[in-house]
T-cell receptor
Framework: DAGVIQSPRHEVTEMGQEVTLRCKPI?????LFWYRQTMMRGLELLIY????????DSGMPEDRFSAKMPNASFSTLKIQPSEPRDSAVYFC????????????FGPGTRLTVL | DQQVKQNSPSLSVQEGRISILNCDYT??????FLWYKKYPAEGPTFLIS?????DKNEDGRFTVFLNKSAKHLSLHIVPSQPGDSAVYFC?????????????FGQGTRLTINP
């Protein structure tokens, strides 16, 4: 099994540009999570989906952030326009079933906004 | 509002000794607690968990203790090995609409010295 796949692994962009991060969850998993890691706040949950439906997006910092899951095998996190304070590592994770099942994390996308 | 806190950003321990990582939480609605381990340039990986109805869970060299009255949990690693050097994240969980919502602490960087 390939695990959770994220692309790109690194992204450097200029302030004001649109950024799109991509995630392919583990096949068969029905929950998908987007997290952001910063030095100050650690790992923060941004949004999560269950069966492709957004359940809780209360962690999304601003309207500049949006996430979609058009099907069970693909999700995107978009930032438009990007700002330097968005620089962080963004992780996608997936899990199966309900209740207390382990979340499997991807390797992350390191985003730098200049 | 940091619901899960790891007050020690770093910890250094001699190989073979016990490593103790601590975590505090504020929300009594959490019903499961987890520890994740993270190596550089990789996503976090699940290490061990404990239900809120228990006070101890052991898995090999790793033991997690939960003190609900103090809203405190700890991870013990005995004996510590160089491969244990990583960042450890404490997380607290609630199931909301069929998916496990995790709230993470800021992480503690553990260094095991030979």
């Amino acid at each position: 099994d390939a695990g959770v796949i994220q692309s790109p692994r690194h992204e450097v962009t200029e302030m004001g540009q649109e950024v799109t991060l991509r995630c392919k969850p583990i096949s068969g998993h029905n929950s998908l999570f987007w997290y952001r890691q910063t030095m100050m706040r650690g790992l923060e949950l941004l949004i999560y989906f269950n069966n492709n439906v957004p359940i809780d997006d209360s962690g999304m910092p601003e309207d500049r952030f949006s996430a979609k899951m058009p099907n069970a095998s693909f999700s995107t996190l978009k930032i438009q326009p990007s700002e330097p304070r968005d620089s962080a590592v963004y992780f996608c994770a997936s899990s199966w079933g309900v209740s207390y099942n382990e979340q499997f994390f991807g390797p992350g996308t390191r985003l730098t906004v200049l | 509002d940091q619901q899960v806190k790891q007050n020690s950003p770093s910890l250094s321990v001699q190989e073979g000794r016990i490593s103790i990582l601590n975590c505090d939480y504020t929300n009594s609605m959490f019903d499961y607690f987890l520890w994740y381990k993270k190596y550089p340039a990789e996503g976090p990986t699940f290490l061990i968990s404990i239900s809120s109805i228990k006070d101890k869970n052991e898995d090999g060299r790793f033991t997690v203790f939960l003190n609900k009255s103090a809203k405190h949990l700890s991870l013990h690693i005995v004996p510590s090995q160089p491969g244990d050097s990583a960042v450890y994240f404490c997380a607290a969980s609630r199931v909301i609409q069929g998916a496990q919502k995790l709230v993470f602490g800021q992480g503690t960087r553990l260094t095991i010295n030979p």
